[in-house]
């Protein structure tokens, strides 16, 4: 096995980047110089500036996200689902020399079309660690895959947190409000109706209501409109998967995202076992690495 290698999380708003020698992380570099947020560089003068100093033409680079976008260092392919974990070495995308691209996943027909960069990694280096029959994935566009013996059958993609963000600061709901304050008794509030399932979208102008009828203190409109939002995202996929589908699920993100769903995914009866995000991502580069070899 190679003696060292970089791996990079290339996202749209996010990078994430880190060195490993001798199957240890000597070095870790973050910024918002992601695919959409190129800061006037382009997206080879940012990889040239996060790995500066870290020998790139040494060690194998391995990247996985919105980097392999027609708006990346060079477009990669979508393998159709269902798909093999496993088959996402053979397919990868060689931008030079030892720096490669893992694959999207995708599905295309009437009842479902999607796509995902990055998120595959990350169900590698679960499948690899924690085998489940199904992973949520919260971010920005929340994922809801159906995996089975490290096959990946379906998922969904939930726009939740770009919802959340988008009304709380280019709508009616977000308008004239004082600085927002973390309250959990408001979040599982808002989850609570959020769960009810039905009304999802004139829910929301119940957000606004809520405080200026004098029902919400202004301060916390911003954990009971996510409340209503994940609330609602879960009782949406959990009519369309099912009970038995979503026995035992797994969630992958950052702890405190991961608290939130865990919080309501226990209100509305289904088991759950947190996964960090990186240390997903990591697992499954050292997969693809390993696979490399």
């Not at 947020?37 to 500036?49: L, N, Q, R």
């Not at 393998?79 to 020399?97: A, F, I, M, S, Y």
């Not at 959020?194 to 200026?212: D, I, K, P, W, Y």
């Not at 035992?248 to 919080?263: E, F, G, H, K, M």
Request: glycine share 12%; proline share 4%.
């Amino acid at each position: 096995m190679t003696q060292g290698f970089i791996a990079i999380d290339w996202g749209s708003t996010h990078l994430r980047a880190w060195l490993y020698r001798e199957g240890v992380c000597i070095d870790e570099r973050r910024c918002e110089s992601g695919i959409a947020h190129p800061a006037g560089k382009t997206s080879a003068e940012i990889f040239d500036t996060v790995t500066n100093g870290w020998q790139q033409e040494e060690f194998p680079v391995v990247m996985a996200g919105m980097v392999g976008s027609n708006l990346g260092l060079m477009p990669a392919a979508y393998l159709p689902c269902p798909t093999r974990l496993d088959e996402l070495v053979h397919h990868l995308t060689q931008v030079k020399g030892n720096q490669w691209i893992v694959p999207g996943l995708s599905i295309n027909h009437a009842g479902n079309c999607n796509v995902m960069r990055g998120e595959e990694t990350q169900l590698l280096g679960a499948w690899k660690t924690r085998p489940a029959p199904f992973y949520i994935m919260p971010g920005t566009h929340c994922k809801w895959v159906a995996a089975e013996g490290g096959v990946i059958h379906d998922f969904r993609t939930v726009m939740t947190g770009e919802l959340h963000n988008l009304l709380m600061n280019k709508s009616l709901i977000g308008a004239g409000l004082p600085q927002q304050h973390m309250d959990h008794e408001a979040f599982l509030a808002g989850a609570q109706k959020g769960l009810s399932g039905t009304g999802g979208l004139s829910r929301l102008f119940e957000v606004r209501a809520s405080h200026v009828l004098g029902n919400m203190p202004k301060e916390l409109v911003s954990e009971y409109l996510s409340g209503v939002l994940i609330g609602g995202e879960i009782a949406e996929m959990q009519a369309l998967y099912g009970l038995q589908t979503l026995r035992d699920v797994t969630i992958i993100a950052n702890p405190v995202l991961s608290q939130r769903y865990i919080n309501v995914l226990e209100m509305a009866d289904i088991t759950s076992t947190f996964l960090e995000g990186d240390d997903a991502f990591l697992a499954g580069i050292r997969n693809i690495i390993h696979e490399l070899g």
